[in-house]
């Protein structure tokens, strides 16, 4: 079983729509995460929630917009799309908030703005 | 708050040589440090992890030790082989309470036959 997954794994679309990347971990986790990967590898933490509460917010436009419906899902919608979001998007989840907690990545989702 | 400098890639190695990968963070408190694994294609694993000072932490054959007096977590690897290949990510636990990760721009190794 997967312990962490996304869909779609692959996102082609055009300039301007809104869109949306689901995750869901079977862990039992009670945090979950999205970070944005650019095409330098680059990673940076978006999102954080604990316990389905918004803990971590960094500076994202607000055309991100996660929501967390219960636990084990953390879904990124993205409104109108632009060219710069081109990126893989990771979802994960570490059992907690303790700074010992490892994080348990989905296998990235490629969205790609046309 | 916390961050981290690791060394640049890409690395470029033969099969049984050994890797030093260095990795250097600035934190207030005491933070966990990570390194994770990406191989071509895939997501992040975690390769190990150490949580407090002096601690090491290791699996596969690489080691990595919490050097407090040095700021630094230093990947290494005494024989590499051609399926290590990958970009490794130095990451220091983010500060606060918050457990977020800070990654490194993470160094691509390519292990030649």
């Known amino acids: 079983d997967t312990a962490v997954s996304q869909t779609p794994k692959y996102l082609v679309t055009q300039m301007g729509n809104d869109k949306s990347i689901k995750c869901e971990q079977n862990?039992?986790?009670?945090?979950m995460y999205w970070y944005k990967q650019d095409s330098k590898k680059f990673l940076k933490i978006m999102f954080s929630?604990?316990?389905?509460?918004?803990?971590i917010n960094e500076t994202v436009p607000n055309r991100f917009s996660p929501k967390s419906p219960d636990k084990a899902h953390l879904n990124l919608h993205i409104n109108s799309l632009e060219l710069g979001d081109s990126a893989v998007y990771f979802c994960?989840?570490?059992?907690?908030?303790?700074?010992?907690?490892?994080?348990?990545f989905g296998p990235g989702t490629r969205l790609t703005v046309l | 708050g916390n961050s981290v400098t690791q060394m640049e890639g890409p690395v470029t190695l033969s099969e049984e040589a050994f890797l030093t990968i260095n990795c250097t963070y600035t934190?207030?408190?005491?933070?966990?440090l990570f390194w994770y694994v990406q191989y071509p294609g895939e997501g992040l694993q975690l390769l190990l992890k150490?949580?407090?000072?002096?601690d090491k932490g290791s699996n596969k054959g690489f080691e990595a030790t919490y050097r407090k007096e040095t700021t630094s977590f230093h990947l290494e690897k005494g024989s590499v082989q051609v399926s290590d290949s990958a970009v490794y990510f130095c990451?220091?636990?983010?500060?606060?309470?918050?457990?977020?990760?800070?990654f490194g721009k993470g160094t691509k190794l390519s292990v030649k036959p």
């Open positions: 150490a949580t407090k000072a002096d």
């Open positions: 934190a207030t408190g005491y933070p966990s």
């Open positions: 994960a989840s570490s059992r907690g908030i303790d700074l010992t907690d490892t994080q348990y």
């Open positions: 990451a220091p636990s983010g500060g606060g309470s918050q457990g977020n990760l800070i």
């Open positions: 862990l039992g986790h009670d945090t």
């Open positions: 929630y604990n316990n389905k509460e918004l803990i």
